[in-house]
T-cell receptor, first 111, second 112 residues
Framework: KNEVEQSPQNLTAQEGEFITINCSYSVGISALHWLQQHPGGGIVSLFMLSSGKKKHGRLIATINIQEKHSSLHITASHPRDSAVYICAVKDGETSGSRLTFGEGTQLTVNP | DAGITQSPRHKVTETGTPVTLRCHQTENHRYMYWYRQDPGHGLRLIHYSYGVKDTDKGEVSDGYSVSRSKTEDFLLTLESATSSQTSVYFC???????????FGSGTRLTVV
């Protein structure tokens, strides 16, 4: 079992729909990251959070430390949101701390 | 994007040849990382650096070496490339352990 599991693996939505991507992890963490990878391949950091909720524009990320679960929500989805969304967890705050990545969720938003 | 560039962007090389990938940053960030991305796997850490001449292994370090002789450059070397090292390689930087990461655009390496 992977330490970081994302669901769904693939998601197709119509423009305007509310989207949720889930991330579950099995290890203790110091922080959780959400990343976006566009078809061109570049990876952009969306959020880093260790508790509660963060919002940036139409994107909202939440985390429940007790349940070891995080969600990424996209409101009023748009075709330009089509990308792979990757969850990653960090296991500590030392130099040896590492990010463990999920395999990603491929999101396609159709006009 | 932030000042991080990878070179080359694409490379095709033959089995058994040495290959060096370069990651260059202009952000003066302390931490630098090399990852590889393969279908069916999440990004996996190859090596990382926590300062000039300070490096350590990641989870998939076999067959790779790194060097960091100055803050801005982190080099990844495949001493003798194998087909299993065909992958997309990403460099990332971080100002501190509590900060987010900035990723380079990736290098697509094909070993034939």
């Amino acid at each position: 079992k992977n330490e970081v599991e994302q669901s769904p693996q693939n998601l197709t939505a119509q423009e305007g729909e509310f989207i949720t991507i889930n991330c579950s992890y099995s290890v203790g963490i110091s922080a959780l990251h959400w990343l976006q990878q566009h078809p061109g391949g570049g990876i952009v950091s969306l959020f880093m959070l260790s508790s509660g909720k963060k919002k940036h524009g139409r994107l909202i990320a939440t985390i429940n430390i007790q349940e070891k679960h995080s969600s990424l929500h996209i409101t009023a989805s748009h075709p330009r949101d089509s990308a792979v969304y990757i969850c990653a967890v960090k296991d500590g705050e030392t130099s040896g701390s590492r990010l463990t990545f999920g395999e990603g969720t491929q999101l396609t938003v159709n006009p | 994007d932030a000042g991080i560039t990878q070179s080359p962007r694409h490379k095709v090389t033959e089995t058994g040849t040495p290959v060096t990938l370069r990651c260059h940053q202009t952000e003066n960030h302390r931490y630098m990382y090399w990852y590889r991305q393969d279908p069916g796997h999440g990004l996996r850490l190859i090596h990382y650096s926590y300062g000039v001449k300070d490096t350590d292994k990641g989870e998939v370090s076999d067959g790779y070496s790194v060097s960091r002789s100055k803050t801005e450059d982190f080099l990844l070397t495949l001493e003798s490339a194998t087909s299993s090292q065909t992958s997309v390689y990403f460099c990332a930087i971080s100002e501190s352990l509590a900060r987010s990461y900035t990723f380079g655009s990736g290098t697509r390496l094909t070993v034939v």
